[in-house]
């Protein structure tokens, strides 16, 4: 078999290879819901992809983890991980959600994104300003330079639909009022999340989940993985990051970010072939939660790659009993 072939099939497998990983991460996650601890719920999570992890066949570097080496004891940001493979780039955030599932609310999920090397923004743990809007929209039609107002009007222009169907999700912060107020203001509709914009911003690319357009700041890790769902499903993106101190300039410069102002777009930020994949940890519009079932769990899954553009639901259903050390510490 040629080798181009060869690496195809592996490519392939590999998606749903990956579903495995955030399976266990879910899995691991599930067992925290609503006890109020959400670093718990986040460290189960991160052990659980990390050690599922070993089992894939890829040579993965960490670009996008839960922070800098000194500060976290695994995923961290240059960790290597794999079986041995493809060399490809990993961005993972193991316990989206990290507060929602120690409250036990809507929308937690684990999810992870590969791509070709280099193919990440190497975005920094800081904010970054995020504006999204769903497929078949002209390029352009939405910009984090213009208003609040001028972009719901161009949106509802396009769509051929009024200010007031127009929805909109925002991350309920208080730093997002003056955003609200200008969407109120014009009569447009809101869905203000909790925590969760991965999901937020994937919900403009999902017709079923009446989201018309995502603005507001939110992690930039969580963008970068928006963006690799994106490049698989469609919808643009526009990503600014935001720093509150010279040091999380100067380290966002070190890590390759050299112009502070740049608006990022869904190819900036995922590039060449990209992978992306979620499990619920609890249930929301994207995904239903982890599920326990009285011998193991249910676990509902999404992977897609951005070469086909297939988007799969996957509902595992995990036997403890046969495999009670994939899922447990
Ligand atoms: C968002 C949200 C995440 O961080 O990115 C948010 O999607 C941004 O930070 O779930 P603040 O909470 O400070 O607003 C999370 O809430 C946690 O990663
Ligand atoms: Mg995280
Ligand atoms: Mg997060």
Not at 250 to 255: H, I, S, T
Not at 313 to 329: C, I, M, Q
Request: charged fraction near 25%; proline fraction near 4%; aromatic fraction near 4%.
């Amino acid at each position: 078999m040629a080798d181009a072939a060869i690496s195809k099939l592996v490519d392939r497998n590999l998606a749903l290879e990956l579903v495995r990983v955030t399976e266990a991460a879910a899995i691991a996650a599930a067992r925290w819901i609503g006890r109020g601890d959400k670093n718990a719920a986040d460290g189960a999570a991160v052990d659980a992809m990390r050690r599922a992890f070993d089992s894939v066949a890829i040579t993965g570097t960490v670009v996008i983890g839960e922070g800098e080496m000194d500060e976290a004891p695994m995923l961290y940001i240059g960790e290597k991980i794999g079986l041995g493979g493809p060399v490809v780039d990993i961005a993972v955030d193991p316990l989206e959600g990290t507060s929602i599932t120690a409250k036990g609310g809507p929308n937690a999920m684990a999810t992870l994104a590969l791509a070709e090397e280099g193919g990440f923004l190497h975005a920094p743990d800081v904010y970054m300003d995020k504006i999204a809007v769903g497929p078949g929209l002209p390029a352009g039609i939405v910009d984090l330079d213009a208003s609040v107002e001028e972009n719901l009007r161009e949106l509802a222009r396009a769509k051929k639909c009024e200010l007031s169907d127009l929805m909109v999700c925002t991350l309920d912060r208080d730093r997002h009022k003056a955003i609200i107020k200008a969407c109120r203001a014009v009569g447009a509709r809101i869905t203000l999340i909790p925590d969760g914009d991965v999901a937020g911003v994937i919900a403009v690319s999902q017709p079923e989940a009446g989201i018309d357009i995502y603005l507001g700041s939110g992690g930039a890790p969580e963008g970068v993985l928006a963006a690799a769902a994106l490049r698989c499903i469609g919808g643009q993106l526009q990503g600014r990051l935001l720093f509150e101190n010279e040091e999380q300039a100067a380290r966002a410069k070190e890590m390759g970010a050299t112009d502070p102002n740049r608006k990022y777009t869904v190819e900036d930020m995922a590039r060449g072939e990209v992978m992306f994949a979620a499990t619920g940890v609890t249930t929301g519009p994207m995904l239903r939660g982890v599920h326990r079932t009285y011998s193991g769990a249910i676990t509902h899954s999404m992977v897609m790659r951005s070469k086909s553009g297939t988007v799969r639901y996957v509902e595992g259903h995990h036997n403890f009993e046969r495999k009670p050390l994939a899922f447990r510490s």
